[in-house]
């Protein structure tokens, strides 16, 4: 049996869990900064490195004290080194580097994308999925990734396609912050989307040929032209004004209501749209047998459906807790690195554009 601590920093979420052979998940602590970042829309990088600093040693014994392990139980120490924010990713591994050198036990270096894709490997108590068959295609969908990957083996990747621009999370986040409904986007526009018709608005959807990369700008800039045709070119003059007499004048003008279900459901559409008709084609070409989704987005219920009734096989997504960032999924994929024997040295560094690579 093998135990890891993991530790997880690279955004704005601290996290740390206890996981055994990959798969069991003993615990799974998350101290998330959401609240904090809100009020600036977005996450702000020095912000969310004092959190950290803050936050990770109660996370850390929270971890241990869930899973009832005590220090000298464990066999290795997981830490994610990239990629994210240098300030962010630095507190969790100088944490790593420190507990691992105490217990004189194995460090094992992360990369954050590789955690996404290992989350479909846990177990929870709702969720007991039956061992991963390979080659395997997995869609990464994130804050600030969307990447299709052919999964040969474990730690053997090859990247059919990757965005060109703005990863499909990102794109969420700022549609939302247009329609003003919220941070983080994802969940305000699937929200928003529920009452909406999807058909409203025909938004664009970048095939780019035959190629399996995405670029979601053009999208977000088409939902921008429709905000603002609600909002900056109105040039409608508000009766009550015009009854009492008064010429109106050229700033004084009503906004007009922005129909915001309708927006966020076409938006949403054709995201999925796109996301899907990709994975579809790439299953196919290699021949997969299943399809695993990964990282915030796979969280979106509307992927989720029509990921399963177009793919015409298996498609796999982690339990909604594991989707976004935490420390579980850093263990189930340095499980495998455990037992391949990749061990960090002690000058592990951060790397904030850390790309996903074949080991
Ligand atoms: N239900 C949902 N529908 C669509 N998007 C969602 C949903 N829930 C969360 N998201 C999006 O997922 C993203 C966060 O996911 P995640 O935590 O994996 O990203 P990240 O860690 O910031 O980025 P990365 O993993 O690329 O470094 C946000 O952009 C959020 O809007
Ligand atoms: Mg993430």
């Known amino acids: 049996m093998c135990k890891i601590l993991a530790i997880e920093s690279s955004c704005d979420e601290t996290a740390a869990a206890v996981v055994i052979d990959g798969v069991i998940v003993k615990s799974n602590v998350i101290a998330s900064q ?22 990770i040693s109660t996370v850390i014994q929270d971890a241990l004290i869930e899973a009832r392990t005590g220090w000298n139980e464990l066999d290795a120490i997981a830490v994610t080194y990239g990629p994210g924010l240098v300030g962010s990713l630095l507190v969790g591994v100088n944490a790593a580097k420190g507990i691992a050198l105490a217990l004189d036990i194995p460090l094992i270096g992360i990369n954050h994308l590789e955690g996404h894709l290992y989350s479909n490997w846990l177990k929870t108590d709702k969720n007991d999925p039956p061992p991963v068959k390979f080659p395997v295609l997995t869609l990464i969908v994130s804050g600030g990734h969307t990447e299709l990957v052919l999964v040969h083996q474990h730690g053997e990747y090859e990247i059919l396609g990757r965005t060109i621009d703005d990863a499909a999370g990102e794109a969420f986040d700022k549609v939302a912050r247009m329609l003003e409904i919220g941070f983080p986007g994802g969940p305000a526009v699937q929200e928003a989307a529920k009452t909406g018709n999807p058909q409203a608005y025909d938004f664009p959807r970048a095939w780019l040929g035959n190629s399996f990369d995405f670029s979601f700008s053009g999208l977000k800039t088409a939902v921008l032209r429709t905000v603002q045709k609600y909002t900056k070119s109105n040039i409608l003059q508000h009766p009550s004004m015009m009854a009492m007499g008064h010429q109106p ?12 279900a309708d927006i966020a459901a076409s938006f949403q559409m054709a995201v999925v749209d796109v996301l899907v008709s990709k994975a579809k084609a790439a299953a196919d070409k290699y021949n997969v047998s299943e399809i695993l989704l990964a990282g915030g987005v796979s969280a979106n219920a509307l992927l989720r459906n029509k990921m399963m009734a177009a793919c015409g096989r298996p498609v796999r997504a982690p339990s909604l807790i594991l989707c976004t960032d935490n420390a579980a999924m850093i263990g189930a994929a340095a499980y495998w690195h455990y037992k391949a024997g990749h061990f960090a040295s002690w000058d592990l560094d951060v790397v904030t554009n850390l790309e996903l690579e074949s080991k």
């Open 34 to 55: 959401l609240e904090i970042h809100r009020r600036y829309g977005g996450v702000f990088p020095e912000v969310a490195s004092r959190q950290h600093i803050l936050a």
């Open 249 to 260: 004048q050229a700033p004084a003008k009503p906004r007009l209501v922005i129909p915001v």
